[in-house]
Structures are given as C-alpha cells and as structure tokens.
C-alpha cells in the first residue's frame, strides 16, 4: 500500500486535549510517525498538503439504520412539508409516476410543525390515491398511516393497527419493508448510498440497528467488496436466535443484540410514569414487561452478546433498570446500554452509574424538539421538559455517553452542535466532550476503543479534515468536511 504524508494541518487527537499536531504517515492503513517530519518526507510515497485544515479522528455514529435510511432516500420526503396538504401535493405527484398497485412510502413526515398538528388520518391517504398501497412514516419511524388499500395489505395479527384511522404503530412500523417486499439487493445498494452520505459527513464508523435480512446483506456486500466503512451491527432480538458475536472482516462485526422497552415522544408511545400533556390516561406503551426483558438479557449473557435497549420514557427506563439489576452479571465486562434514555431522573441516573451501563444519545433530539413551546414541551409540558436529555447531568456523573443520530439527521457535526447549543442551559456541555462522544466514547462503545476514535500511532487511520476547528469555532454545523479518511484510503474529498 502507497505510504501517504499528510502535511500542513492541524490534528486535534481527541485523547490528549491540549496536544495538537502537524503531520503523520499512513502505511498499511495505520497512523505512524505523527510530527516526525524527517520520516514523513522521506518515506512518503504520496505527500498531501491540508493547507492548514484541521484534523479529527473519524465520527463514530452510535446509533443508525442505513439500511432504511438508503431505502428512504429513494422514497416520497415529506420531511420539508409544512402542512398536510403539503405533504399530500408530494405523494399525489409521485401517485402519478407509479404504476397503479404498486407501493407508495412517504417519509419524515413531523405534524408537530403544520398547522393543524393533528396525525393525518386514512381518509387523508385515500384522498391522495384508493389506486396504490400508500403509507407516510413519522419521522420518529414509530408510528405511520396507511390508506384502505396498504391496510387491506397488513396482516392483522399485527398489534397496534387502528383500521379505523389508519394509524399504525411499534412493530407494524418496522415490518413494513416486509410488506414492501425489499430484496436482498436492494438492502445492498441502500447500504451503499447510506454510506456513501455517512462518509460525506465525516462518519467513518456506525453502530448499525438491523434485522435477519439486513445483516445477511451486510455478508454479502462485505464479501464481495470493501464497505470502507467499520459497521458494528446489532441484531433485533427474535431475528438473533442461534447467533453469536463475530468478525466477519476489518469492516463488518455482529456486536450484540436490540430490544424495545417502548416507543416515542412524538408518537406518544414512549412509556411514562405520568400521563402525556392533556391527556391523563395516555402512559404511552410498555413493549416489554420486566420478566421478558430479563429472560432476552440472561440468553444475551448466555452467548455473549452486549445488550442495546431503546428506553425514551421514565417507565420504560425504571423497567430496564431493574430488569438489568435483576437478571445481569456481566453488565460492565458486555458494555450493556441503553438507546435514547431521554427521560432520566436523578434516581435513574445514579442507578445507571453503579450497573456501569452505557447511555448512547441523540443530541439532535434534544436541539430539535426541546426548544420552546415545541414537541416535547407540548407532549410533556414545561416541569418535565427541563430534565429530558440532561447531557450535564450524565456527564457529571461520569457515565460513559455516546452520540448517535439515528438518521435525525445523520450529521456528526449537527449533533455536536446540538449538544453545546442544548435548549436547556444548564445541561449544554463544551464541544470537547460532545466530540469525544462522537469518537472515543462510540469506539469504547462497541469494544473498538483499542484501535477506533482517537489519533494516536498504532491506531486505524480512520479521520476526517475539517475546514474550522470545532473547538473554536462558533458555528459548528456550519463548519464543512473536506475529507473522510478510512484506513488510510480517502473515501471522500471535497477539497
């Protein structure tokens, strides 16, 4: 492999926080040789000037679905319509491109931000078309609608199907591509299009949410070309039945398994203590009892798998907590997490600390839905809202936190903008420690942290190149990626 030189930059290592560097060497996909400028010159093959940008180790998103998120790219985005006749102008349109019978998925759609902030209903649906299969994800991926016809397409065993609004719901959600009826071939080359944005956005490692189908995909395309991307999946749990972790290359590992405690804030089935906003009775959705959660963590244990648990409400995160106290022995040793864990109580934030697990966040979340007189305010009212995604008050407690986006955007720098930016002043944290949560946290994460997430010799050559410092900078999201660097081989240049 061609020895490159990257000169002329400034490295930012992320593990040493006042060191900074001016130039290293990569060889055989490694870093060596940082500032040792004799040796880069002489023994580089390929000298690259970074005239003076700066460089970071490669994000690590913590929380993803590329698979869905390459499917979605090729679907109906109503994530800019600001109504509901908006969003039905978009799919009419595509109703009229598509062959009649054939599926139409509308995607992203927020109803918080119309008008009229009501879920759309079937009868709206059918407005739009009676001559296609028609359904339109929320943007939380939790909840959905479908026309008459999609319905008639469901199959009724299904929980949380409403046939008289159309609202569909949890696991219904995630079966859709079932209905849909994805190949093989085209969850391929939805994780190719995924990754290539993913590298557009500096992220050079994911921790990837996927079904049976999925990581028999993944296999696949690993087998038969570079993914030049780390991918750590996490099986669903009633797809992982007879599984075990594996690295199946430099590239592609089965890291652990997922389950769900509950759903959304924004489809109001996360599981709450209290009630949501005007409407008492409403405790959202318990998916897991606490006896079933046990019995999938101690066969997790049974074949080494880290366990990832997506919890957002108070109830469904005192759930797990005791599920984990109740059933685990190897919390630390397996690095078990918890997804989201948006509603966090003091309580529940020092039993988190003493079980050692990890909470993997979406910063975003917060930026996005936090702010004033928006979703969460609105679902869980004023005395709630200041303690959803308390990044201060984790990171006080010296709990191991990791970013991720989960495609709300995919977008390293957004989230790190989000979390210094956090609505609620008092749980903003500096720009060192969101990146570290976007780099050395995620690679400790997944177990990778020997040879991930930050810049030293000896390490993966996994790096992005920035044009501002983000430590400085005032604009963080404004900031551009130049470069996305994945062992050694430039997988993104938009010098």
């Known amino acids: 492999m061609t020895k490159k030189g990257f000169i002329n930059c400034n490295v930012i290592p992320v593990a040493k926080r006042s060191e900074q560097y001016h130039g290293f060497l990569v060889e055989d996909g490694t870093i060596w040789h940082i500032d040792d400028f004799d040796v880069i010159m002489e023994d580089s093959d390929e000298k690259i000037n970074l005239n003076g940008s700066f460089v970071l180790p490669g994000f690590i998103d913590s929380h993803t679905h590329l698979v869905e998120m390459g499917l979605d790219m090729n679907r109906v985005d109503l994530s800019d319509a600001e109504s509901l006749d908006e969003a039905q102008y978009y799919l009419e349109k595509e109703a009229e491109n598509t062959e009649s019978g054939e599926w139409i998925i509308g995607v992203g759609f927020d109803e918080t931000v119309w008008k009229k902030t009501d879920y759309p209903s079937k009868e709206d649906l059918n407005d739009v078309t009676e001559d296609h299969p028609l359904v339109i994800k929320r943007v939380c991926g939790h909840m959905a609608v479908a026309n008459s016809k999609a319905l008639e397409k469901i199959n009724e065993e299904h929980e949380f199907v409403d046939k008289e609004t159309g609202l569909l719901k949890e696991k219904v959600v995630q079966d859709l591509n079932d209905y849909v009826s994805v190949s093989k071939e085209e ?35 690993d087998s038969q070309e570079s993914l030049d991307m ?45 009630g949501y906003e005007g409407e008492p009775e409403n405790r959202g959705i318990l998916l897991l009892e606490q006896e079933e959660m046990e019995d999938i963590i101690k066969d997790a244990e049974d074949r080494d798998f880290q366990v990832m648990v997506h919890a957002i409400g108070d109830r469904a995160i005192a759930t797990v907590l005791d599920a984990f106290e109740s059933a685990s022995e190897r919390n630390k040793e397996l690095k078990h997490r918890i997804e989201h864990a948006e509603m966090l109580w ?43 995604n308390p990044y201060w008050d984790i990171q006080r407690a010296l709990i191991k936190m990791t970013f991720g986006s989960d495609n709300m955007p995919m977008s390293p720098l957004y989230g790190i903008h989000s979390a210094i930016n956090h609505p609620v002043l008092e749980q903003r944290i500096s720009a060192y420690n969101a990146l570290q949560s976007y780099t050395i946290n995620g690679a400790y994460a997944s177990g990778d942290d020997d040879r991930l997430g930050s ?38 240049d938009d010098r």
């Open 346 to 388: 003091e309580e529940y934030i020092r039993r988190i600390r003493e079980l050692g697990l990890i909470l993997s966040t979406q910063p975003n979340f917060a930026y996005r839905w936090s702010r004033s007189s928006e979703m969460n305010e609105k679902r869980l009212g004023e005395e709630r809202l200041e303690k959803v």
């Open 187 to 221: 969850r391929k080359d939805a994780i190719r299009r995924a990754i290539k944005t993913a590298h557009s956005k500096g992220i050079t490692g994911v921790h990837d949410i996927v079904d049976g189908e999925d990581w028999e995909a993944y296999k696949e395309l």
């Open 230 to 274: 780390r991918v750590s999946c996490y099986l669903l749990h009633e797809d992982s039945e007879g599984l075990k972790p594996v690295k199946k290359s430099d590239f592609l590992s089965l890291k652990g398994l997922k389950m769900f405690a509950d759903g959304s804030i924004g489809a109001k089935t996360a599981a709450l203590n209290e």
């Open 455 to 492: 810049f030293e010799e000896g390490k993966l050559a996994d790096f992005v190149v920035l044009s501002e410092n983000p430590l400085d900078s005032k604009n963080i999201d404004d900031i551009e990626v130049m470069m996305t660097v994945v062992g050694g081989k430039i997988v993104y």
